[in-house]
């Protein structure tokens, strides 16, 4: 079993053997590849850069390490912000609704916050998920120099 130790980190280094584009009018994609799972010590405090090896070619990924508290700072950041994209969300549908129900007499324009509101409606649907997800993936590892075909990847248990 894959239990989570106190202090580590749990990636894989991802080799990608085949990337293949298939379709005219719907396209169509298969990625094929393969991950090698390493276990990567946290620091006490700060960065670390780790050196790792993959285990298709050979080649040398190398990775930066941040400590337990940064990354939940860092995930609580992104959660923070999601939480907050939806409370924008909410609000300016909200006012689009109240003004966008208004009969308006003739010559009278809606308000200048109309727009924005549907402008900011349209960005918090893609940002709050997006938000959300990219704080549930951060780890606390990010990739610092690797040969083409060639990622590193959270493991989940």
Same mark, same amino acid.
């Given at each position: 079993?894959? *239990? !989570? @130790? !106190?202090?580590? +980190?749990?990636?894989? =280094?991802?080799?990608?053997?085949?990337?293949?584009?298939?379709?005219?009018?719907?396209?169509? %994609? %298969? @990625?094929?590849?393969?991950?090698?799972?390493? *276990?990567?010590? %946290?620091? $006490?405090?700060?960065?670390?850069?780790?050196?790792?090896?993959?285990?298709?070619?050979?080649?040398?990924?190398?990775?930066? =390490?941040?400590?337990? $508290?940064?990354?939940?700072?860092?995930?609580?950041?992104? %959660?923070?912000?999601? /939480?907050?994209?939806? &409370?924008?969300?909410?609000? /300016?549908?909200?006012? /689009? +609704?109240?003004?966008?129900?208004?009969?308006? #007499?003739?010559?009278?324009? &809606?308000?200048?916050?109309? #727009?924005?509101?549907?402008?900011? @409606?349209?960005?918090? @649907?893609? $940002?709050? !998920?997006?938000?959300?997800?990219?704080? &549930?993936?951060?780890?606390?590892?990010?990739?610092?120099?690797? !040969?083409? &075909?060639?990622?590193?990847? #959270? =493991?989940?248990?």
């Amino acid at each position: 079993m894959n *239990r !989570p @130790i !106190p202090g580590t +980190v749990q990636i894989a =280094v991802r080799h990608i053997l085949s990337d293949t584009t298939t379709g005219v009018m719907t396209r169509t %994609r %298969r @990625i094929t590849w393969r991950d090698t799972q390493y *276990r990567v010590r %946290r620091p $006490a405090s700060g960065k670390h850069t780790v050196e790792l090896t993959c285990s298709e070619c050979d080649a040398a990924v190398r990775a930066e =390490v941040r400590d337990e $508290a940064a990354t939940r700072r860092t995930t609580g950041i992104l %959660r923070t912000l999601a /939480a907050l994209s939806v &409370l924008v969300l909410v609000v /300016a549908f909200g006012y /689009a +609704v109240h003004e966008g129900g208004k009969t308006l #007499p003739e010559g009278q324009s &809606l308000p200048v916050l109309f #727009p924005v509101s549907i402008i900011s @409606i349209a960005l918090a @649907i893609f $940002a709050a !998920p997006m938000l959300f997800v990219m704080s &549930l993936r951060y780890n606390g590892v990010s990739k610092l120099d690797a !040969p083409k &075909l060639h990622g590193i990847m #959270p =493991v989940r248990n």
